[in-house]
């Protein structure tokens, strides 16, 4: 389980119970007693909660609020886990050492940096999510500025755009609000996301878009690609599922 999972489930349980203890919460998540030491130590100092004796309270229903924007973005990480999880195991194995790669902003692509946070790669990303689930990486990582969206947890506008315009990328993994298999196109929510994601594909030797399964027949804001400009689709199999374009990686 991410951190971010944790620290989300640890401010519901505070809604709620007013305090809690970090053995029974480690017990209940599964996780070291150290690793819900170390999410209320983050906790507390973004002022979320107020640590004491083997555990901690709920802070000020105010202060909570403030943060909206992020407990929402940390909610999505859990949608849908498993199944983003297993695509990303799937596409990380197309990389090799001492490539260059791209990590799009959104939580289907969160899960990649486990696979490739210990490998002898460069990361370049927008993805602020993506920094805060990694622990002493062996990787480079490249973390793109600009104008930061509090909503997605990236960075994004032209200053974001010309950094990313400075690199030439092996690959990069890319995710989408949704595609239309009829229309062959993929969708993003916001036109700022979308010059991001063409930019990296312009820059990009190879790539790849990632998505779980209820992305399928949805339509976004605006189209940002054609599925054919994508050498591999990976999308997660599902009971059922309708046959999908030649490209596509249908992952168990």
């Known amino acids: 389980m991410l951190s971010a999972e944790r620290k ?14 970090v053995k029974q919460v480690a017990k209940e998540l599964h996780v070291s007693e150290s690793s819900i030491r170390r999410d209320l130590l983050e906790l507390d100092d973004e002022n979320k909660v107020d ?10 229903r105010e202060r909570i609020l403030t943060d909206e924007a992020e407990i929402k973005m940390m909610e999505r990480m859990s949608i849908h886990y498993d199944k983003k999880l297993r695509i990303c195991k799937a596409a990380s194995t197309l990389v090799e050492d001492g490539e260059c790669v791209f990590l799009d902003g ?18 370049v990303t927008n993805n602020h ?4 689930n990694v622990q002493n990486p062996k990787a480079k ?6 104008e930061f969206n509090t909503k ?6 032209n200053e974001a755009q010309n950094m990313l ?26 036109m700022a996301t979308r010059e991001l994601k063409r930019i990296a594909m312009e820059l990009s030797n190879h790539n790849y878009l990632l998505i779980d399964d209820s992305k399928l027949h949805v339509k976004g804001f605006c189209t940002f690609a054609q599925l054919d400009e994508f050498e591999d689709v990976f999308i997660n199999r599902t009971t059922g599922m309708e046959t999908l374009p030649d490209h596509f990686i249908a992952v168990k």
């Not at 989300?8 to 203890?21: A, D, F, G, N, R």
């Not at 289907?108 to 460069?122: A, D, E, G, N, Q």
């Not at 999510?129 to 805060?132: A, D, G, N, R, T």
């Open 165 to 190: 315009r400075l690199y030439n990328f092996d690959r990069a993994f890319i995710g989408c609000a949704g595609v239309s298999l009829g229309m062959k196109k993929a969708f993003t929510a916001e």
């Open 141 to 146: 990582i490249i973390v793109i500025g600009g």
């Open 106 to 123: 959104g939580t289907s692509i969160v899960p990649m940096i486990h696979f490739l946070s210990s490998r002898p790669i460069k990361i």
């Open 129 to 132: 999510l993506i920094v805060q």
């Open 8 to 21: 989300l489930y640890i401010l519901k349980k505070l809604e709620s119970e007013q305090t809690i203890q």
């Open 152 to 157: 997605y947890r990236m960075s994004e506008g």
């Open 51 to 60: 640590r004491i004796y083997g555990g901690a309270v709920k802070k000020e």
